[in-house]
C-alpha cells in the first residue's frame, strides 16, 4: 500500500507540472493587464510601462515562467502584485473559510444524502422513493446563488435566525464559527446532496437485487442490517466515487458561495485575482486546487481499498 | 427565549465538547456600539495611496494619513497639517510652516523632512504634481516645521493641487517610506492621520480595520469634508467588502453592518421601506456618464461622425439605464463639468439640448465618408454602469446606421485594450464606456478626461487645441471671474470637437442603520463626527 502511495504521488508530479505550464501560458495570452489596473485612470503609457518593468511583466515568457517554477521549487508562491503580500499568506488567510464550509458542506451531505439515498431505494416506487427524487431534481436544478438568497431571506431576514454574511474562525467559539456556515453549507450542499442521494440509491437498487441480498432475507436479518451493513458497504464504492468528484463541484460552487454569503474564503479570492490579473495569487490557487484534486483521488484510492477488499493494487 | 437563543444554546453545548471547551466570548454591548461596520464601493485590494490611485484607496488613506491642506465643502482648500503659508511677491516662492504637535502613528513627530519626501513622492505621479515638478527650482526643508517650494514661474493653483480631493491625494509619510519609488508599493502604513491601520486584521478583499489614533491632535475648526477637526468618535472602523449587493442590503437590514457606502438603485426602495435605515444621496457632486470615441481611426476621426453621435444621443436613455425611475438621481449635462459648482457651464451645449435629430445626424454621418465599416465598441459587462451605457450606445448606434461590433468583456480588458493605439481591427477600438466622479470635474486640475491634448491626451487621444488653450487660461486665471469665463470656453471648444460624450449626470445613494448618525454628504465617505448608539 504504502508503495503504491509513494507511486501515485511521484505519478502527480509530471501532471502538477502540466498543469502550472498551462496556467501560466493561459495567463500570458489572456487580455488584461495590471499595471494598467494598478496605474489608474490618470497614468500616462509611460507611468503604465514603468510599473510592468517593476513587477517585471515585460520580462520574456520563458523567463518569467523560470523565474516562477524556480521559487515554486523554493516553496514560495511568490507576491500579490495588487496587496504585496506573500502569496502563501493569502492563501493562509482564505483557506480556513473554504476548508470549513467544504468540511461542513461535506458532513451535511453524507448525513443527509446517503441515508436519503438508502431510503429511497429501500421504499422504490413508493410515494416517499418519489418524494426524495423530486428533492433531488429540484435540489440539482437550483443555482446556488437562488438557494443562498431563499435561505438569507428567510432564516436571516425573516425568522432572524442566522446571520446573512461573514466569517468568524473556530478559535472565536465554536457557535459564531457554525452559525455563519449553515445557510451556506445547505445552499452548496443541495446540488451536491441532490447527487450522492441519486447516485446511492441507483447503487443500492443494484445491490438490493444481488443473490446474497437474498440470502440474507431469507436467513431473517433485519431490514436495517440488510441495508446498512451488507447493501451500504457494497454499494459504498460508486458513493464514495461521487463525494470525491463532487469536491470538484463544491471548490466551483464555493466560488458563488463565498460571494453571495461574503465569507472572505479562496473562491472570492480567485475571482478577485481574475478580475484584476493577479497572476501571482491565480497561480498559486490554481496550483492549490490542482493539488487537493491529485490528493482526494488519492485518498479515493485508498478508500477503495478499505471498503472493497476485493480491490488490490 | 427566542429561536436563535435555543439554537445558539444547542450548539453551544454541542460545540462545547466538540470545540475542546472554546466558546464564544461575550461581547460586551459597548464594544459593538464603539466599532462602526462599513460597507465600501470595492475592494482594498492594495494600500498605497500614491501607488495606487482607485477611489476606495483614496477613501481608506484619507482615515490614515493626512495632508497638508484638505477640501472643504465650498471647495475650498483649507490649511490642514500647515499652520501658515507665505507667498513671495513674485509668486515663485511658496514658505509652508507645519502645525506643532503632529505625530505619526509609530510616534514619531512629523518633520520637513517627511514632508518633503511625501510630496516629491507624490508629484511623480499626480498631473498637478507633475506641472508643478516642471516648474519647480527647488523642494527643501527649512527647518523641522519649515519647508518651502521654489518655482520657476508663478503655479496659483499650488494650494488646491496640495488640499484636492482626487487620487492620488497629497499625503504625508514618514520620510523612509516616502523615499520608496513612486512606481513601488510602499510596506509599511504609517500615517499622521486620525486612524491607524491595523495591518495584521487586513485581509484583503475581505477586511480592513482602522483604530482610532489616541494621539491625533485634530483642528479646531468644526469638520468640513477633507478640512477642519477630524474627530473620530468610534474606537474602531471596519471595512467589509461584499462584492454581492443584495448581502450587503441584507446584513444592513439584519444590523450586520452599519453603514454601505453605496447600495445600487434597485435595493434602494426596499432599503427605504425598512424603519431602521436611512437613505440618502451620499455625494452630491454625482458622477458623469461617459463614452469616448477614438480620435484616431475613422469614423471618429472626423469630428462630424463624432458631433453625429452627439447630436443623435439621449442622455435620459443612458440615465434611465444607469438609475431607474428615480428621477431625484439623474439630470441632463449639456457640457462637462459638474452641475451646482461655482464653475459649471453648459455653453456651446446646444447640441446635446432639445428633441434628438436622427435624420440630421445620419446626414453629417454620411457626409463624414462613414460607409458601414465596424465600429468596435468595447463594454465591460462586470461593471453596471459601463453595461447600462454599452447596451443603449450599441442600439443608438445601429438606429444611426452603424454597423457595431459589440465588444462585450469585462473591465480588465477593456483598460487594457483602451490603452491600445492600433487600428480597431487590429486590437484596436472606436469606444468604450466609462463614468467620471463629479468630483473630479468640477475644474480642469483633476480631469484628466477633458484634456485634449493629442497622444498626452487620455484614451481616445482628441486634439483639440482651443480646448488645450482654455485650459491654460484657466489655470492662469487670477480670479474667480476669470476661472469661470475660462471655464465656459472650455466647455463650449470641448464640445464642438467632441473631446468625449457624456451622457448625463447621475447621483448615487448610500445608506446607514438609524442608530449611526454624524454622516455628511461629500465626494468620499467621512468617518469624522460619525457616532453609533447601542
Redesign the interface.
Known amino acids: 500500500m504504502l508503495s503504491y502511495i509513494l507511486r501515485r504521488i511521484v505519478a502527480t508530479l509530471p501532471v502538477m507540472a502540466i498543469v502550472a505550464l498551462f496556467v501560466f501560458s493561459l495567463l500570458y495570452i489572456a487580455?488584461?493587464?495590471p499595471a494598467?489596473?494598478?496605474?489608474?485612470?490618470?497614468?500616462?503609457?509611460e507611468?503604465?510601462e514603468?510599473?510592468r518593468q517593476?513587477l517585471g511583466l515585460d520580462r520574456p515568457f520563458l523567463i518569467q515562467f523560470g523565474s516562477w517554477v524556480w521559487r515554486i521549487l523554493h516553496g514560495d508562491l511568490g507576491t500579490?502584485i495588487?496587496?504585496?503580500?506573500p502569496v502563501s499568506t493569502?492563501i493562509g488567510?482564505?483557506l480556513g473559510p473554504t476548508l470549513s464550509l467544504m468540511i461542513i458542506t461535506l458532513l451535511l451531505t453524507i448525513v443527509v444524502a446517503v441515508p436519503l439515498g438508502v431510503v429511497a431505494a429501500w421504499k422504490a416506487g413508493s410515494l416517499i422513493d418519489r418524494a426524495i427524487m423530486a428533492f433531488a431534481v429540484f435540489g440539482f436544478s437550483l443555482p446556488v446563488f437562488v438557494v443562498g438568497?431563499m435561505l438569507?431571506?428567510i432564516f436571516?431576514?425573516e425568522?432572524?435566525?442566522?446571520?446573512?454574511?461573514?466569517y468568524t474562525p473556530?478559535?472565536?467559539?465554536?457557535?459564531?464559527?457554525?452559525?455563519n456556515l449553515i445557510l451556506p453549507a445547505i445552499a452548496l450542499g443541495c446540488v451536491y446532496i441532490a447527487l450522492v442521494a441519486r447516485i446511492t440509491r441507483a447503487t443500492m437498487l443494484e445491490v438490493l437485487q444481488q443473490d446474497y441480498i437474498r440470502t440474507a432475507r431469507a436467513k431473517g436479518m433485519g431490514q436495517g442490517g440488510i441495508l446498512f451493513i451488507h447493501a451500504l458497504k457494497n454499494a459504498a464504492v460508486p458513493i464514495v466515487t461521487v463525494i470525491g468528484i463532487g469536491i470538484a463541484l463544491l471548490i466551483g460552487g464555493a466560488v458563488v458561495t463565498e460571494?453571495?454569503?461574503?465569507i472572505?474564503g479562496l473562491g472570492?479570492?480567485t475571482?478577485?485575482a481574475i478580475?484584476?490579473?493577479d497572476y501571482p495569487v491565480i497561480q498559486g490557487i490554481v496550483l492549490l486546487f490542482s493539488f487537493v484534486y491529485v490528493l482526494v483521488n488519492l485518498m479515493i484510492d485508498v478508500i477503495y481499498t478499505l471498503v472493497d477488499p476485493r480491490i488490490r493494487y | 427565549m427566542d429561536?436563535?437563543t435555543v439554537?445558539?444554546g444547542l450548539?453551544?453545548a454541542?460545540?462545547?465538547a466538540?470545540?475542546g471547551g472554546?466558546?464564544?466570548?461575550a461581547i460586551a454591548q459597548g464594544a459593538s456600539a464603539r466599532t462602526l461596520r462599513f460597507v465600501p464601493q470595492a475592494?482594498l485590494?492594495?494600500f498605497?495611496p500614491i501607488?495606487?490611485?482607485?477611489y476606495v484607496v483614496r477613501n481608506a488613506a484619507a482615515l490614515v494619513w493626512d495632508t497638508l491642506y484638505g477640501i472643504d465643502a465650498k471647495l475650498q482648500p483649507q490649511r490642514q497639517m500647515v499652520e501658515s503659508e507665505e507667498t513671495s511677491d513674485d509668486g515663485k516662492t511658496w514658505t509652508f510652516k507645519l502645525r506643532p504637535g503632529l505625530k505619526f502613528h509609530d510616534g514619531e513627530p512629523v518633520l520637513s523632512k517627511d514632508v518633503v519626501a511625501s510630496l516629491s513622492r507624490w508629484a511623480a505621479?499626480?498631473?498637478m504634481g507633475l506641472m508643478i515638478i516642471a516648474i519647480q527650482q527647488e523642494l527643501t526643508a527649512v527647518d523641522d516645521r519649515t519647508f518651502k517650494w521654489v518655482l520657476k514661474q508663478p503655479f496659483p493653483k499650488m494650494l488646491y493641487a496640495l488640499a484636492k480631493n482626487n487620487?492620488?491625494c497629497s499625503f504625508i509619510m514618514p520620510e523612509r517610506i516616502a523615499k520608496t519609488?513612486p512606481?513601488?508599493?510602499i510596506?509599511e502604513y504609517v500615517g499622521s492621520g486620525p486612524m491607524k491601520f491595523a495591518k495584521s486584521e487586513w485581509?484583503?478583499?475581505?477586511?480592513s480595520v482602522f483604530e482610532k489614533f489616541a494621539d491625533y491632535v485634530p483642528r479646531q475648526e468644526k469638520a468640513s469634508w477633507l478640512a477642519g477637526g477630524k474627530q473620530i468618535l468610534v474606537d474602531r472602523v471596519e471595512w467589509?467588502?461584499?462584492?454581492?449587493p443584495?448581502?450587503?442590503a441584507?446584513?444592513l437590514?439584519?444590523g450586520?453592518v452599519d453603514w454601505w457606502e453605496n447600495p445600487i438603485a434597485d435595493l434602494v426602495p426596499v432599503l427605504k421601506k425598512n424603519k431602521n435605515i436611512s437613505v440618502d444621496i451620499g455625494d452630491p457632486l454625482g458622477n458623469i456618464g461617459s463614452f469616448r470615441m477614438n480620435h484616431l481611426f475613422a469614423p471618429f476621426n472626423d469630428v462630424r461622425a463624432r458631433r453625429a453621435v452627439l447630436m443623435a444621443l439621449s442622455q435620459e436613455d443612458y440615465m434611465r439605464a444607469i438609475v431607474g425611475d428615480d428621477d431625484a438621481l439623474w439630470k441632463s449635462l449639456p457640457g462637462f463639468f459638474t452641475p451646482d459648482t461655482p464653475l459649471y457651464s453648459d455653453m456651446g451645449g446646444e447640441i446635446l439640448k432639445g428633441k434628438r435629430d436622427f435624420d440630421a445626424a445620419k446626414k453629417l454621418l454620411a457626409e463624414s465618408g462613414y460607409s458601414g465599416q465596424p465600429v468596435t465598441c468595447l463594454v465591460a459587462q462586470?461593471q453596471p454602469i459601463t453595461k447600462a451605457q454599452g447596451d443603449v450606445t450599441a442600439d443608438l448606434l445601429k438606429k444611426l446606421g452603424m454597423n457595431v461590433d459589440f465588444v462585450a468583456?469585462?473591465?480588465?480588458?477593456v483598460?487594457?485594450?483602451r490603452?491600445a493605439k492600433t487600428p480597431p481591427g487590429q486590437g484596436g477600438w472606436n469606444m468604450f464606456h466609462?463614468w467620471h466622479a463629479g468630483a473630479d470635474c468640477i475644474t480642469p486640475a483633476a480631469y484628466?478626461?477633458i484634456r485634449a491634448n493629442g497622444d498626452?491626451a487620455?484614451f481616445g487621444w482628441p486634439n483639440s487645441p482651443n480646448t488645450e488653450k482654455e485650459i491654460t487660461s484657466w489655470f492662469d486665471a487670477k480670479n474667480l471671474d476669470e476661472e469661470k469665463a475660462a471655464i465656459g470656453r472650455v466647455n463650449k471648444a470641448a464640445i464642438e470637437d467632441v473631446v468625449y460624450a457624456p451622457t448625463g449626470f447621475f447621483l448615487t445613494y448610500t445608506a446607514w442603520r438609524k442608530n449611526v448618525s454624524g454622516i455628511t454628504k461629500g465626494p468620499l465617505p467621512f468617518f469624522w463626527g460619525v457616532t453609533k448608539s447601542a
Open positions: 487580455p488584461g493587464d494598467v489596473v494598478i496605474a489608474g485612470d490618470q497614468a500616462s503609457p507611468d503604465v514603468r510599473i517593476s500579490s495588487f496587496t504585496n503580500l493569502m488567510q482564505r438568497y438569507a431571506y436571516a431576514l425568522l432572524e435566525w442566522l446571520p446573512v454574511q461573514g473556530l478559535t472565536q467559539g465554536f457557535w459564531p464559527w457554525l452559525e460571494s453571495v454569503f461574503a472572505p472570492r479570492l475571482i478577485d478580475l484584476r490579473r | 429561536r436563535r439554537l445558539k450548539a453551544g454541542g460545540g462545547l466538540l470545540s472554546l466558546s464564544a466570548p475592494n485590494a492594495n498605497d501607488w495606487g490611485t482607485q505621479r499626480d498631473p487620487a492620488p519609488d512606481f513601488k508599493q510596506t485581509v484583503p478583499g475581505a477586511k467589509l467588502v461584499m462584492p454581492d443584495a448581502t450587503a441584507a446584513a437590514q439584519n450586520e462586470d468583456t469585462d473591465w480588465g480588458t483598460g487594457s485594450r490603452a466609462s484628466t478626461a498626452k487620455w
